[in-house]
């Protein structure tokens, strides 16, 4: 199988000396589910987005399908993140848009065209099961609703590799489960999910891989693991 | 890699959108490009004429030489052959006090009638017309035959010329520190309302980012916007250049090419002034919105 993504002895200083990833070697394959784990301050978010190049790794490679993002240029990196989808704890949606207008945003800025825009749009609002929703504003949205409509926008444009940090941390128990049964139907339509998680309920009960991460480093990569430690 | 229509008129509508909600500001803006732009140019206008005149004076390469009433053929054929010996003279043409008069109506154009009645009594001496090789040969050839016999005045450019370099210098740098001033008070102004137009829309920025959205994309809609801003700033002053340089060349045009004074015409002047005005203001409005879209863009 193809390494969707691949690091290398990634290691991340932030400028004030902080080392938040101290050697970090991994290989995730096409089509995978993986959990990152860890305790506060372990270097999850960090990781995640090392992965869509919101940070530079200061030694390493990282490989994102097959292509080194470490030194990518500049004037790449918008093609590049036009890849990779990515999803938040805080939904990220513009108030003033109505569901439709916040996932079609995301295909206006990328110059799609505007058919293309309205089929997409209304594909992804029916898997995330929102379609009938889409002339709402983000306000008139519970908290798994609005993440629903984040997560249909970071699909929108058929990315191989979609990245989450703590999407369900600002979520009821109940919501969180909507969410995960949104990340198995996306993941089972190929698309690759790392998804960053303090929710030792989801972890343990849908099985899928565990990468656990502290203090920057690696200290377990367990196939269909359990979350394993005590928060 | 051109644009396509459509996303054109996305960033025309976003721009003039944010003109809008950020009405005052806007205003405020404008208001301030446009009254740069009016004291520049008011102060070109100026400047271009004076550069324009001494210009004129400076590439004259005559020396006229007055001779005394009283001077007799046998003398004046004398003096002409001094004249002729003169180092750097390299031509010597008699113009008798007709031929003066002639040449100074034809030279002031349809302003002739206000000179009729000198033609009853010719106030102009005879003279003898120099030319030199260079215009900086005039005042060492003047200096020269000042002294030479039955030589009542001798007249040529440089001189006059001299003091109004000075003068135009002292006026251009005075003229340039203030609108220097003016004009990145503009900028600093656009600059501003750029900013909270981008403050405003922050998250808006933050996700096309995220979403892939390429830089020239987020930075099209202000660009927009500081082009509209300062090319809006440079109507009235392109108005009033012109309304001004009419009443100033037609008004006081007849009045100065009495004193042998021609101003730029007023079409040349108008034309090149009013670009000059429109370039200004689009620059100064696209320099303060990109000076703040820079700070916004960095990852
Ligand atoms: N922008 C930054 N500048 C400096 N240090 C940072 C920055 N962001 C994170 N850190 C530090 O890097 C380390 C890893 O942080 P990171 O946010 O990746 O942890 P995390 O595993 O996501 O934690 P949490 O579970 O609380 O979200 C921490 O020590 C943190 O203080
Ligand atoms: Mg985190």
């Known amino acids: 199988m193809e390494d969707v993504i691949l690091m290398q002895n990634v290691w991340k200083a932030y400028p004030n000396g902080v080392m938040a990833l101290n050697g970090i070697d991994l290989s995730v394959k096409q089509g995978e589910f993986v959990y990152i784990v860890g305790p506060s301050g372990a270097g999850k978010s960090t990781f995640i987005k090392m992965i869509f190049r919101e940070l530079k790794p200061t030694r390493g490679k990282i490989f994102i399908n097959n292509k080194n993002i470490a030194n990518l240029r500049e004037r790449q990196v918008p093609y590049f993140r036009r890849k990779i989808g990515v999803v938040f704890q805080d939904f990220r949606l513009l108030p003033k848009l109505t569901v439709y207008e916040n996932v079609a945003f995301a295909l206006e800025v990328i110059e799609e065209h505007p058919r293309t825009i309205k089929k997409r749009v209304m594909e992804v609002l029916d898997l995330v099961g929102l379609k009938h929703k889409m002339r709402s504003f983000p306000d008139q949205l519970s908290g798994g609703e609005q993440q629903r409509v984040s997560i249909a926008r970071s699909i929108c444009n058929r990315p191989p590799v979609l990245i989450a940090d703590e999407p369900t941390g600002n979520l009821d128990p109940e919501t969180s489960w909507q969410i995960m049964d949104v990340f198995k139907r996306i993941n089972e339509q190929g698309t690759t999910i790392v998804m960053a998680t303090h929710n030792r309920d989801i972890v343990n009960k849908i099985r899928h891989r565990v990468i656990a991460l502290e203090g920057g480093m690696i200290v377990r990569d367990q196939q269909e693991g359990d979350y394993g430690y005590e928060d | ?299």
């Open chain 2, 1 to 299: 890699m051109a644009m396509k229509i459509r996303t054109l008129r996305r960033h025309v509508n976003e721009s003039f959108k944010s003109l809008g909600r950020n009405g005052w500001m806007t205003f405020a803006s404008v208001s301030a490009v446009t009254v740069s732009l009016v004291l520049v140019g008011l102060f070109l206008m100026v400047m271009f004429n004076l550069n324009k005149i001494a210009g004129d004076i400076e590439s004259d390469v005559e020396v006229r030489v007055y001779l005394d009433q009283s001077i007799t053929q046998a003398q004046q054929d004398a003096l002409e052959q001094d004249l002729k010996e003169v180092k750097n003279v390299q031509s010597v043409q008699f113009q008798s006090k007709k031929q003066g008069l002639n040449s100074l109506m034809k030279s002031l154009g349809n302003d002739k009638k206000s000179f009729a009645d000198l033609q009853k009594e010719n106030p102009l001496p005879n003279a003898f017309i120099l030319k030199t090789k260079k215009p900086e040969q005039t005042i060492h050839v003047a200096n020269q035959v000042r002294d030479l016999p039955n030589v009542t005045d001798v007249r040529y450019g440089k001189g006059t010329v001299e003091k109004l370099f000075h003068f135009i210098r002292i006026a251009r740098n005075v003229g340039i520190v203030l609108i220097i001033g003016l004009l990145f008070t503009s900028v600093f102004l656009i600059a501003n309302t750029i900013k909270l137009t981008i403050v405003a829309r922050r998250r808006e920025i933050e996700i096309m980012k995220l979403v892939g959205a390429t830089n020239a994309f987020v930075r099209w809609p202000y660009f927009i916007e500081g082009l509209v801003m300062g090319i809006l700033g440079s109507v009235i002053p392109v108005v009033l250049v012109m309304v001004v340089y009419r009443f100033a060349y037609y008004g006081l045009g007849g009045n100065l090419q009495q004193m042998f004074i021609r101003l730029i015409p007023y079409h040349t002047m108008t034309t090149n002034l009013s670009l000059l005005l429109v370039g200004i203001g689009a620059i100064i409005g696209v320099w303060g919105s990109m000076s703040s879209v820079r700070k916004f863009l960095k990852v």
